[in-house]
């Protein structure tokens, strides 16, 4: 195991390890992307990664810095319209794994990447939905990726974007969405899963030097804890390396 990593590198390890081989993944750019390709590189070389651009299969020699890199396309096993990633991959329950982020998640998995403020009057406006309430509606199984802070998760939401577990009181059942929504949140302290009698983010793993109370402090709602908490391994010299050295060397997404 490495002695010295840095928070980014612990998440990206850590959502790596959630993939299998020839799993499709609908992923972005950054943090998301960093994980599929040291899964591809580890344990699932044959992941196939699809992105909202339309790039489906896409193995990028270099580390893309949008969806519309042109390196996505090269060596990809179909280019599409983002009509068709929607309607023939996502809708229509291909997509075994999205990974989604946002500006505020709450205790249900719930999303907000509109809004921080009102929405008629807002102190931030936010990029929007994109196709993330798409993938929180459809994929098969949602990762979150979102480093820890009070502001990052609160009690409640400023905007409701993209589901959770359970939106307005009622679950994802209630309201038809096919997907189990999102199942983990993977943050820089710790994991958080959602309970499956209630739909509610719990606290299940640690990550090494953290403990339940400091993310707690994070955290805008009454954090429950697993009784047995388990703790995660830190990244492996092979991850960091290839994190460092080939996947991201310029430090775009590690920072």
């Not at 002695?3 to 750019?29: H, Q, T």
């Not at 710790?190 to 993310?215: F, H």
Request: proline share 7%; with cysteine; hydrophobic share 40%.
């Amino acid at each position: 195991m490495a002695s010295d990593y840095s928070p980014s590198e612990m998440m990206a390890a850590v959502a790596a390890r959630e993939l299998g081989d020839r799993e499709v993944v609908f992923v972005g750019i950054g943090l998301p992307n960093l994980a599929c390709n040291l899964a591809r590189a580890i344990q699932a070389p044959d992941l196939v990664l699809i992105y909202e651009s339309g790039a489906v299969g896409a193995v990028p020699e270099r580390l893309p810095v949008s969806i519309g890199d042109p390196s996505l396309v090269t060596g990809s096993l179909m280019v599409c319209s983002m009509a068709d990633v929607f309607q023939l991959f996502l809708q229509n329950g291909k997509i075994e794994v999205g990974f989604l982020g946002g500006a505020q998640i709450d205790r249900w998995g719930n999303i907000n990447t509109t809004v921080i403020g009102k929405y008629d009057k807002p102190k931030v406006r936010l990029p929007g939905s994109g196709g993330a309430a798409e993938i929180a509606v459809h994929a098969q199984r949602v990762l979150i990726i979102s480093r820890l802070n009070p502001r990052a998760f609160p009690a409640e939401l400023d905007f409701l974007t993209s589901p959770g577990q359970r939106c307005k009181g009622k679950t994802r059942k209630e309201l038809g969405m096919p997907g189990a929504g999102p199942i983990k949140v993977i943050t820089d302290r710790g994991i958080l899963e959602s309970d499956p009698e209630t739909g509610e983010m719990i606290l299940t793993a640690l990550y090494p030097g953290n403990t339940a109370e400091e993310v707690k402090a994070n955290v805008g709602w009454p954090l429950r804890v697993r009784d047995h908490l388990g703790q995660v391994a830190p990244p492996t010299a092979q991850e960091i390396d290839l994190l460092r050295h080939k996947l991201d060397p310029q430090k775009l997404f590690l920072g």
